[in-house]
């Protein structure tokens, strides 16, 4: 970070003044078109220049005398900070890390404005004129050396909350995770104000900007940690856990127990954990955060922790990768009745693939869990009577989940009647019309969801 200053002497232009320029110039120039109800002020005519002070103008013409000269007072004020905040923002270039982090100008402007109002006693009213025409005005003024006394105040202040912070990093006595938290509560010191950035270091014994260097502690310790991390085991079934365990070491040796890492997945969101006495870590991930397929995640420093970006410092981590195979689901369908249904297999199954079941179907005798699906089927007799009469029948279905023979659930599906031109037919609408009610059955699914225990 570098930071330059200019001598405020050669601003001749503050950005204050365009405001206040532009309503000097159609006060004027209203004036020299109605007849006058009083001299109109030096001050108000050309703007008022004085190297030893800030200067700030305001007006207010809302048709009430006190409170268009309160309003005139808060103006003049608004226009005296926002004089100083242009030459603040000026005289900071900033080129580093700290100037990308929010609005910089924003906060010079929002810093200059508390403090102006916090000193009032150290604003002096120099004049103020009232025209019923015009309303009242208001001329303040603020002693360069006294603002730069609280200038100086601000800095000693910021100086000594970071420095308390930052004297036991220097003296090398606490750990790894006691240093981060101390550098991050300093780094958030000095950055909450703009004045942070003309606090020197005097801690670690360099001659620059202190949150340069507190940066650059923090890049060291991010950037030269080693993380290693491994799953156990690497290849599991759908449902199982998975503990994942490893070791953190410091670039400086230091102590690295109760440091604070994150298992970072982006479909997910993150796992926060801390490491044991000399910074090991063992944690286990849930089966429910662990889907079908290949399954990867980084281990990293948990910078969050200590409110420090993340995006802005080199960051040690290391990737584990895990495979998740999906249940095995045997599937058998078969018809309590003389009706061939085997047409219907291919949509029983697809109405299995499509449940939110981590599962993959396999042949009878494959799996980790078996599905049966049996037809109940009723033929009605056939009306001897009518002409052409149709063919009438009820299909219903009975679902038995078990594991290793013991049985998990039996579900009877409620029959429908449906009827054809033949046999065929009507068993095959009847069939396929059930079918539609159970995929449409959430009640249905979530039973066999708990049942496969999923």
Same mark, same amino acid.
């Given at each position: 970070m570098m930071i330059s200053i200019s001598n405020p002497l050669s601003k001749s232009f503050r #950005? %204050?003044?365009?405001?206040?320029?532009?309503?000097?110039?159609?006060?004027?120039?209203?004036?020299?078109? !109605?007849?006058? /109800?009083? #001299? /109109? $002020?030096?001050?108000?005519?050309?703007?008022?220049?004085?190297?030893? +002070?800030?200067?700030g103008i305001g007006g207010s013409n809302a048709g009430n005398m006190a409170e268009d000269r309160d309003k005139a007072a808060a103006a003049a004020r608004a226009d005296l900070a926002a004089q100083i905040s242009a030459q603040v923002s000026s005289e900071l270039e900033v080129s580093s890390r700290a100037s990308s982090e929010g609005d910089f100008s924003e906060s010079v402007e &929002?810093?200059?404005n508390e403090s102006v109002e916090q000193n009032l006693k150290s604003v002096e009213t120099v004049d103020t004129w009232f025209s019923p025409e015009h309303g009242a005005w208001v001329y303040v003024r603020l002693s360069k050396a006294v603002w730069a006394a609280i200038v100086h105040e601000e800095i000693a202040n910021l100086t000594l909350r970071a420095n308390t912070n930052l004297e036991p990093v220097a003296s090398g006595r606490m750990t790894e995770a006691e240093d981060m938290a101390a550098?991050? &509560?300093?780094?958030?010191? =000095? =950055?909450?104000? $703009?004045?942070?950035?003309?606090? #020197?270091?005097?801690?670690?014994?360099g001659s620059g900007i202190l949150l340069d260097r507190v940066d650059a502690e923090i890049s060291d310790r991010t950037g030269s940690m080693v993380i290693r991390a491994d799953a156990n085991p690497r290849r599991v079934k759908f449902g199982s856990e998975v503990t994942v365990s490893g070791l953190v070491v410091s670039g400086s040796g230091r102590d690295m127990g109760a440091?604070?890492?994150?298992?970072? &997945?982006?479909?997910? %969101?993150?796992?926060?954990?801390?490491?044991? @006495? !000399?910074g090991s870590f063992s944690v286990t991930l849930a089966p429910e955060t662990l889907v079908p397929g290949t399954v990867r995640f980084e281990v990293l420093p948990d910078l969050i922790a200590w409110e420090i970006p993340p995006g802005g410092f080199p960051v040690s981590r290391t990737a584990v990768e895990i495979i998740v195979d999906p249940i095995l689901l045997a599937l058998s369908i078969n018809s309590s009745a003389a009706a061939d249904l085997s047409t219907l297999d291919g949509a029983v199954g697809d109405w299995i693939s499509e449940l939110p079941l981590p599962a993959e179907t396999v042949s009878p005798g494959q799996g980790d869990i078996d599905l049966e699906y049996a037809w109940t089927v009723f033929d009605f007799p056939r009306s001897q009577s009518l002409a052409?009469? @149709? +063919?009438?029948?009820?299909?219903?279905?009975?679902? /038995?989940?078990?594991r290793n023979g013991n049985v998990l659930l039996v579900r009877e599906i409620e029959a429908f009647k449906d009827g054809g031109l033949d046999w065929e037919q009507a068993h095959y609408r009847?069939? #396929?019309t059930l079918l539609k009610q159970i995929a449409e059955n959430p009640l249905l699914v979530a039973e066999l969801v708990e049942a496969f225990g999923l």
């Open positions: #950005k %204050g003044h365009i405001a206040t320029a532009l309503i000097v110039i159609l006060l004027i120039a209203s004036c020299s078109s !109605g007849p006058e /109800t009083g #001299k /109109t $002020p030096d001050w108000i005519s050309s703007y008022p220049a004085d190297t030893a +002070y800030y200067v &929002r810093t200059v550098l991050g &509560r300093a780094r958030i010191a =000095l =950055l909450s104000s $703009p004045w942070g950035l003309m606090v #020197k270091d005097a801690v670690f014994g440091f604070p890492l994150i298992i970072a &997945r982006p479909e997910v %969101g993150n796992f926060e954990f801390t490491t044991e @006495p !000399g052409n009469a @149709p +063919y009438i029948t009820q299909v219903g279905a009975v679902l /038995t989940v078990s009847a069939a #396929k």
